[in-house]
């Protein structure tokens, strides 16, 4: 998040940089630079410059020891809701007690999970979402099944980057089986990681929501988003991590137990799946059937089952969703 200042003091002036780490200086500053130049003018005693990431400040040793708990909070702000106006920085600078509007506002009580890019609100919008929301709290195994649209693996995420942001994991691994439906891998083009990235895909949707990209990126270089084939979690433990399988309506019997036995310490596992549309040879049966009727009564495992009521896409989707069961009667 911010690198701690370095500062040189003489007696009378001081110096101290900040480097932001994974934020863009136009989240904070603006595209024209228009909160910088607020800043300067609330803190006219101090010379505020921007160099790429790195924030510099000097003056007054005292000025700049306001100015930097001050943007601390501007900096915790943005970390908490993705947005930052004048009005939050004047609120921020104005307020007499060390909180900011993170502290002030209590976002389960609002059934608020995280705010995503420029503050978009992220929260269960039905209530099977609930209930994996709640769920969440009691278990640290979870199964979410429901068919399309219904908001289980955008859930999911959501509920992961939530509890990376309140460092209650240190990770978070995403995985899909990479089971082809319709198209064969070794005619897609390009290496590895291309034939992998369509199958990826809806993860790295839902992550682009719910994180600034500089700070996706960084996330996604340093491997604190981990985002992998299911073939790729064979031999790993994972502690400290909120890991997700989705798609889970494609992995084998073998492969579902691989991954749910990955589970380490202080590790939440959340496992999605339809099981209507299972893109496996035919001669194969769905882990994730098997595992419904293995797991169903272990106690610290959880199962949501999402309806067409759940769902939140396009209305018509909701309308595709009962004929497709209709035709099966």
């Known amino acids: 998040m911010v690198t701690n200042s370095k500062k040189e003091e003489t007696q009378f002036t001081g110096e101290f940089n900040i480097i932001l780490d994974g934020i863009h200086p136009s989240d904070i500053f603006g595209l024209r630079e228009e909160r910088l130049k607020l800043l300067k003018k609330l803190f006219p005693k101090l010379r505020i410059m921007v160099r790429g990431n790195e924030i510099k400040a000097m003056g007054d040793d005292e000025e700049l020891e306001f100015f930097k708990k001050k943007f601390n909070h501007i900096l915790e702000h943005f970390e908490k809701f993705g947005k930052v106006t004048d009005e939050i920085i004047l609120e921020i600078i104005a307020s007499e007690e060390s909180q900011t509007l993170s502290a002030i506002i209590d976002a389960d009580s609002s059934g608020v999970l ?126 400290n991590a909120f890991a997700i399988l989705d798609e889970a309506q494609n992995a084998t019997e073998s492969q579902l137990k691989m991954f749910l036995t990955r589970m380490g310490r202080s590790a939440k596992f959340i496992i999605t799946g339809d099981i209507t549309q299972i893109d496996l040879p035919r001669n194969q049966t769905s882990g994730l059937i098997i595992a419904t009727r293995i797991l169903n009564k272990v106690k610290g495992i959880d199962f949501i089952f999402l309806n067409e009521k759940d769902v939140i896409r396009h209305p018509l989707v909701t309308k595709i969703i009962l004929a497709y069961e209709g035709d099966k009667s």
């Open 114 to 239: 995280l705010h995503g890019r420029n503050g978009m609100i992220i929260k269960a919008r039905s209530p099977n979402q609930q209930r994996m929301v709640d769920a969440s709290k009691k278990h640290d195994m979870i199964f979410a099944i429901g068919p399309a649209g219904t908001g289980k693996t955008y859930t999911a995420v959501a509920l992961a980057v939530r509890a990376l942001k309140n460092k209650e994991v240190r990770r978070i691994i995403l995985t899909r089986p990479a089971v082809e439906a319709g198209e064969n891998l070794g005619f897609l083009p390009g290496d590895l990681k291309d034939k992998l990235d369509p199958y990826l895909q809806p993860l790295y949707d839902a992550l682009r929501d719910m994180i600034p990209p500089s700070k996706l990126e960084s996330y996604l270089e340093d491997k604190t988003i981990e985002i992998a084939p299911l073939a790729f979690m064979r031999g790993r433990t994972l502690d």
